[in-house]
């Protein structure tokens, strides 16, 4: 299986939708009552987090991919 870059962004955003999705199952279960529209903040919130978390990873990766070994030219 071929490697692929860790995107931290995705991750975020994936934890505040399963996090949506698991108080709506538990509305559905019957175990709580959730209101139609909290899945909104949660979303709003986790999309305005993973651009912040997909932003400062771009700056990291561009600046340490722009430097370049000390060692390579002797």
């Not at 299986?1 to 399963?18: D, N």
């Not at 903040?41 to 991919?65: D, E």
């Amino acid at each position: 299986m071929p490697r692929h870059e860790f995107q931290p962004g995705k991750l975020v955003v994936g934890l505040f939708l399963t996090a949506g999705g698991i108080a709506y199952a538990g509305d559905a279960g019957g175990w709580w009552e959730t209101e139609w529209f909290a899945i909104i903040p949660v979303v709003f919130v986790g999309l305005c987090l993973a651009g912040a978390v997909a932003s400062v990873n771009h700056a990291v990766r561009r600046r340490r991919t722009g430097r370049k070994p000390q060692d390579a030219n002797p």
